[in-house]
């Protein structure tokens, strides 16, 4: 038997709760990981409360990261004892995730930890920081340097937007950070980010053109935001957009795309190549100040994930969010 935050539904209720499952319920898999860390993350969020259509088969062990060691593999590139992480890959949604003691997986989804973090600093990171990692990679590939010109990231204090800050000041870039929460200036100033402007300025429908401010934006929120960001970038800039914290809408117009020239890069964490999430995991291992983990996670047990899911949805949770599994 082991502890997981198992999802039901039925005609008439919907429940997550902490439960006792046997290990004979595990889903298909040829790996199977003892978990030390997940994490809590929006869609985790979403899937517990349920005020999101996250997940598609019931019941459901939600948490689309997770970080072990494997105890049994019938797979030729793994072996019990090997530390491994996995975030996306329908975890949470399709399959039984990372919110519980065990887990049982493909083995393609699988990454072998990077020697320099430990379970808790990889699911302090968890797909946050990796989709941080992709959208950075996304503005390298359409030329982005550090000496171009301001970075924007929305929805700074997030997890996504915490590691976006902190990857890009690492490199150099000059960060301004997109915040409705100002009590958070402190600590952005603290992870990278060079000013902060208010969530205000990019939340009111603005025009179709606006005043040339970003080299390139990195986007965490969606709605009138991210059309607001496009048509704040400058000639030839590129929008790195990862998420909809704030809507999936985009009520926008052509303009910024056919008169300055900018590229609206989507970046998706979930069924992200096997070749881009190692060389992303390869490059946080190399390029992530392991004092920004630090300040950006908060951990937790399984037993407070429940509660703090409403918190996390309701703007009042900063950065990061690891759940300990393992003597706990």
Same mark, same amino acid.
């Given at each position: ?26 889903? +298909?898999?040829? =790996? !199977?990981? @003892? ?10 969020? &979403? $899937?517990?409360? /349920? ?98 010109? +301001?970075?924007? =990231? !929305?929805? @700074? ?10 990857? &890009? $000041?690492?490199? /150099? ?116 100040? &392991? $004092? ?37």
């Amino acid at each position: 038997m082991f502890r997981a935050i198992l999802v039901t539904k039925d005609d008439d209720t919907y429940q997550a709760r902490l439960s006792e499952v046997d290990e004979s319920a595990l889903p +298909e898999g040829d =790996v !199977t990981v @003892a978990i030390d860390y997940s994490s809590l993350n929006y869609k985790d969020a &979403l $899937a517990i409360t /349920g005020r999101g259509p996250v997940v598609r088969r019931f019941p459901m062990v939600p948490g689309i990261d997770l970080a072990g060691e494997v105890t049994h593999s019938l797979a030729p590139g793994f072996a019990p004892g090997d530390k491994v992480l996995v975030n996306g890959c329908g975890l949470g949604e399709v399959h039984w995730g990372g919110l519980a003691e065990r887990a049982r997986v493909k083995s393609e989804w699988l990454v072998p930890l990077p020697a320099r973090f430990s379970t808790r600093q990889a699911m302090s990171i968890g797909t946050a920081g990796f989709t941080a990692m992709l959208c950075v990679m996304a503005l390298e590939r359409h030329g982005m340097k550090p000496d171009g010109g +301001e970075i924007l =990231v !929305t929805g @700074a204090s997030g997890g996504v937007g915490s590691f976006a800050i902190s990857l &890009l $000041a690492a490199s /150099g870039y000059t960060v301004v950070a997109s915040t409705g929460r100002p009590e958070e200036a402190d600590y952005l100033e603290r992870i990278g980010a060079k000013r902060i402007i208010p969530r205000a300025e990019l939340a009111a429908p603005g025009r179709p053109l606006g005043k040339e401010l970003w080299a390139g934006v990195i986007d965490s929120v969606g709605g009138t935001t991210l059309a607001n960001a496009c048509a704040q970038t400058r000639y030839g800039g590129t929008v790195a957009a990862c998420g909809l914290a704030g809507s999936m809408d985009l009520p926008a117009t052509v303009a910024p795309f056919i008169l300055r020239g900018i590229t609206l890069a989507g970046v998706d964490s979930v069924y992200c190549p096997a070749p881009l999430r190692s060389a992303a995991w390869q490059r946080l291992a190399t390029e992530l100040p &392991l $004092a920004g983990i630090d300040a950006i996670a908060t951990e937790i047990r399984l037993d407070e994930a429940i509660a703090m899911a409403a918190d996390l949805l309701d703007g009042k949770v900063r950065g990061r969010v690891a759940v300990r599994l393992a003597g706990g």
